[in-house]
């Protein structure tokens, strides 16, 4: 069956850095885009940033272009998310993401 599991999140203080992780088992990976989505608390899920299935055509929400990068290892079957320059609204449960399938989520907290 399809797994996807993130890692990497945690509390940061503002300004600060964080790098997810996500692994993907169960399907042919580099067959497929993938995203990463976030949900704020209170909130429903947002789109953050795509990336196609060979990693050449990314895509970012207008609020974290340029803080933001999203990449891809499809010889590890890997999506990853660097944030830098992190800000309070960055705070989230993060999930990385096929159409169909949602991992169980990072929690990211950014907090002085």
């Known amino acids: 069956q399809v797994q996807l599991v993130e890692s990497g999140g945690g509390l940061v203080t503002p300004g600060g850095s964080l790098r997810l992780s996500c692994v993907a088992s169960?399907?042919?990976?580099?067959?497929?885009?993938m995203k990463w989505v976030r949900q704020a608390p209170g909130k429903g899920l947002e789109w953050v940033a795509g990336?196609?299935?060979?990693?050449?055509?990314?895509s970012y929400l207008r609020a974290v272009k340029g803080r933001f990068t999203i990449s891809r290892d499809n010889a590890k079957n890997a999506l990853y998310l660097q944030m830098n320059r992190l800000k309070s609204e960055d705070t989230g449960v993060y999930y990385c993401?096929?159409?169909?399938?949602r991992g169980q989520g990072t929690q990211v907290t950014v907090s002085s």
């Open positions: 990336i196609d299935d060979r990693g050449g055509i990314t």
């Open positions: 993401a096929t159409e169909q399938f």
């Open positions: 169960g399907y042919t990976f580099s067959a497929y885009g």
